[in-house]
């Protein structure tokens, strides 16, 4: 088992800047990747970008590309989400999630454990 906790949602002003970050506990040493995931109120999760803990490269959704950037912390087991330049759209729930083996990084059913969820809301 894998537990996941994210931290650091919160409002912000469009144009502000946000960074959340989501620790791995439990059977850390078993994940290849860590994936970030949105969804906004009546809308489908959608993928906000992952990381290959491995080697710590990311990726983007094209939304996220430029703003967001994705680290993670192999001693921690933490990852962090760096979102700058945010937009009213950008509002929603932020999920961290892991893969226990790597796959299609942009597709939620390539994840096996998620975290609970942390509120992200931009005002205009």
């Known amino acids: 088992q894998v537990q996941l906790v994210e931290s650091g949602g919160g409002l912000v002003q469009a144009g502000g800047s946000l960074r959340l970050s989501c620790a791995a506990s439990?059977?850390?040493?078993?994940?290849?990747?860590m994936g970030w995931f949105r969804q906004a109120p009546g809308k489908e999760r959608e993928f906000v970008g992952a990381i290959m803990w491995s080697s710590g490269n990311p990726y983007y959704s094209d939304s996220a590309k430029g703003r967001f950037t994705i680290s993670r912390d192999n001693a921690k087991n933490t990852a962090t989400l760096q979102m700058n330049s945010l937009q009213s759209e950008d509002t929603g729930v932020y999920y961290c999630?892991?893969?226990?083996?790597?796959?299609?990084?942009?597709?939620?059913?390539?994840?096996?454990?998620w975290g609970q969820g942390t509120q992200v809301t931009v005002s205009s």
């Open positions: 439990g059977r850390t040493f078993r994940f290849d990747g």
């Open positions: 999630a892991v893969a226990l083996r790597w796959g299609i990084f942009a597709l939620a059913k390539s994840y096996d454990y």
